[in-house]
Structure formats: C-alpha cells, structure tokens
C-alpha cells in the first residue's frame, strides 16, 4: 500500500481541532528541520481564547506552535491530542 502525500499547500487554513472538539485555531504555517525535513511544529493563526491558555511554545514573534507530534489525524480539519499539548 502507498502512503498518500498531501501538498503542503493542502494543510494552510485547516481549522485545528483537539480530538475533544475543542477549536484551537488555523494552520498559517509550518516548521521543519532542513537537513532532515522533519516537521516541527504548526504555526497557529487566530487562536482561539483557549488555546491563549495553553501553554504552548511560541515563535519569536510570539505565534503559537503545535507539536507535529500531537497530530492525530488530517482531513477537513487538524485534530490534535490535548494530552501531547500540556
């Protein structure tokens, strides 16, 4: 069975959900490690007042980041595991 393989372009502007439902904000960008590609992080655009709350890393700009780690699953939307995030 082949992997799929999904454009970045195809995850800008999915709404990121935890697995509870619970609306975290919109995918504005992604970080990865160059020499390996790994991704990183997902950069947060217009976070919701609970995922402020969070203690989640920040860029220097002081943008929120998800964990590539805490990513369950990518179709309509991101959803996330609330657990990975604390």
Avoid at 55 to 65: H, K, M, V, W, Y
Avoid at 71 to 81: K, L, T, Y
């Amino acid at each position: 069975m082949q992997s799929e393989k999904n454009p970045f372009t195809n995850l800008l502007n999915k709404m990121i959900v935890t697995k509870e439902g619970k609306r975290l904000g919109f995918v504005k960008d992604i970080t990865f490690e160059t020499k390996s590609g790994e991704l990183i992080n997902l950069v947060v655009k217009d976070p919701t007042p609970y995922t402020k709350n969070l203690n989640l890393e920040r860029t220097e700009g002081s943008e929120l980041l998800i964990p590539y780690s805490a990513i369950i699953a990518i179709g309509d939307f991101v959803i996330v595991s609330e657990e990975d995030l604390i």
